[in-house]
């Protein structure tokens, strides 16, 4: 049976592979993400992975011949984890696989939207980042549940069993599948639609709507002053002047050493647009992540819920998840602002009014139901227009300074630090919450996180979706 399946996946001397329309279609390439999405979201649950291992995962995935290599990567570091963590009872070893858990996460939400954004380009990115993210919120989610329903019922190992077969299965499709860049060796050439470069691909939205970016170098702009003041007053100029020797790049100052020793992450860190998706993406996980720890305490204090009734009450948030790919179309349409406003400004009102629910009878439950799907609701439309607009704003800073990408452009650093404000949501929601509802009560804890919601909503109105300077 293994010689069957290697003979049907491996390629024969000069000949395509099996299958390749298959498996290197934009479908099964999504799905692949989808499920490592959902593996790690599944098994890892709460992570904080290295930042310094997502920025080297990003810069050799950016300069990789093929995303294959560390996505397979990040499996790896999985499985060692998962072993580790069940054989595991001395607290240095459970470090050591939580680390390994947050790296091999890293990793592969880096790689895993830089290879969709290579698949399926920006036109349509907004979209089928809607899709892939079904899986982290699904897994994120219903993975506390579904492993204390089989820890209930048949105990420690079956947990860790089901674990390591999302792993293996996880395994299977990334071998199978290949990448778009590598199938095209096997592909017929397709009539040039004059906007086709692998792994940056302008969309119509951008081509219309889309700002540009202006880089001002300190030439240009020393002499734009010089122009203005012209006819003006000489000593105005030499002002002027003395200002921008204050105020201008300095070697010998200190941000400069950050700029010449790391300019890629400088020059992202300074995006304004790029770093509003950040916090966005960032109170987008804190709200998701919020509940798992006083969600079911409270439903099981409050109504008396059993645990699988409490776990259950999880799908109120989880299922309006599959709304986000037609948020993502939207943001593909309408552009990112208007979408991701939407989202929050739906997702606020409900979170505030969560603290009416305070007694057990069957209309509070009908209530606190009905606020948790609105406020899911909002959420789901939040992450696919903030990860499009990311992705625009990654393609203006390739274009504005070519010199500091390589030919994989910057998507697997920048998405790094996609991943690390879902790293620190996954911390910061169940901290918070469970912090504020220990000290205060559900009602406070409630109308801190409406606030927090709102917060996210001020970055996307000032930048997203707009012309931004870079010095």
């Not at 999405?37 to 890892?44: I, L, P, R, V």
């Not at 904080?48 to 990040?74: E, H, K, N, V």
């Not at 993210?133 to 089901?162: A, D, Q, S």
């Not at 903030?386 to 504005?400: F, K, P, Q, R, V």
């Amino acid at each position: 049976m293994f010689t069957a399946i290697k003979q049907s996946l491996v390629q024969v001397k000069d000949q395509p592979p099996v299958w390749l329309s298959i498996r290197s279609s934009v479908w099964f390439i999504a799905v692949v993400i989808l499920i490592a999405f959902f593996t790690y979201s599944f098994g890892a649950q709460h992570y904080w992975p290295p930042m310094a291992g997502q920025s080297i995962a990003g810069f050799f995935a950016d300069r990789s011949r093929s995303r294959q290599a560390p996505f397979l990567t990040g499996l790896a570091l999985t499985f060692a984890a998962t072993i580790l963590f069940a054989t595991s009872k001395a607290p240095g070893l459970l470090l050591l696989a939580r680390c390994l858990q947050g790296a091999s996460a890293g990793i592969v939400y880096t790689v895993g939207l830089a290879l969709l954004v290579d698949t399926v380009g920006r036109e349509s990115f907004g979209q089928w980042m809607g899709f892939v993210m079904i899986g982290f919120n699904i897994g994120l989610l219903l993975g506390p549940m579904l492993g204390g329903i089989i820890y209930t019922k048949l105990g420690y190992w079956p947990v860790f069993i089901v674990v390591l077969a999302v792993v293996a299965s996880d395994f299977l499709l990334r071998i199978v599948m290949i990448e778009k860049g590598q199938a095209a060796k096997w592909e017929e050439p397709k009539p040039c639609q004059g906007h086709s470069t692998y792994g940056s691909i302008p969309t119509v939205y951008d081509q219309e709507h889309r700002p540009e970016i202006t880089v001002v170098s300190p030439e240009s702009r020393a002499s734009s002053e010089i122009e203005s003041v012209q006819d003006g007053d000489q000593a105005s100029l030499l002002r002027s002047h003395d200002t921008h020797s204050i105020s201008g790049p300095n070697p010998e100052k200190d941000g400069s050493f950050l700029a010449s020793h790391f300019p890629i992450m400088t020059t992202l860190l300074g995006s304004k647009r790029l770093m509003s998706a950040v916090y966005g993406t960032f109170i987008n996980t804190t709200l998701t992540c919020a509940f798992d720890s006083v969600l079911p305490l409270f439903v099981k204090r409050t109504f008396g819920w059993n645990p699988t009734a409490a776990g259950l009450i999880f799908l109120t948030i989880a299922v309006p998840s599959f709304l986000g790919p037609l948020a993502g179309s939207l943001a593909d349409r309408f552009g990112p602002r208007p979408v991701a406003l939407g989202g929050f400004a739906l997702a606020t009102p409900p979170l505030a009014l969560l603290g009416l629910v305070n007694d057990g009878s069957l209309g509070m439950q009908a209530l606190l139901c009905v606020l948790l799907t609105l406020a899911g609701t909002g959420n789901s439309a939040i992450y696919a227009p903030l990860g499009a607009d990311m992705s625009a704003a990654i393609d203006s800073i390739t274009e504005a300074k070519p010199h500091l990408f390589a030919t994989g452009g910057a998507y697997a650093q920048a998405f790094g630090l996609f991943d690390a404000s879902i790293a620190l949501g996954t911390i910061f929601g169940p901290v918070w919450a469970g912090t504020i509802c220990h000290l205060g009560n559900w009602w406070i804890m409630n109308l801190t996180l409406a606030l927090i919601c709102a917060s996210g909503a001020v970055p996307v109105i000032l930048y997203t979706g707009k012309p931004e300077v870079l010095v």
